[in-house]
């Protein structure tokens, strides 16, 4: 048995961006998210990334406040996507 996990996965700031919905929304495997544990504690420009996506997000919650385990729609996860990429070209 035991499973090897000898090697480290590693995610690029593209990656982490892809993902950041999956991450919270719990939604990646042990190993990607320790990835992008990893990436985010050693990547500043993500980090921000992160949490300003999460306090977007989290706005979103509080808009609709009915479904507390919010899902938001694919439609407007592209946006919330392709608005944090435009953002972070400046
Ligand atoms: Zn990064």
Redesign the pocket.
Known sequence: MGKAVAFVKRL??AE?VERVTAYLDDDLGDETRHAFDD??AG?E??AR?LIQFRATVGALHDFSASSPRQDLSPGTRRRLLAAFRESRRR
Do not use: D, L, P, R
Request: one cysteine or more; a neutral charge.
């Open positions: 690029s700031c982490v990436h985010t990547c420009g993500c990334y």
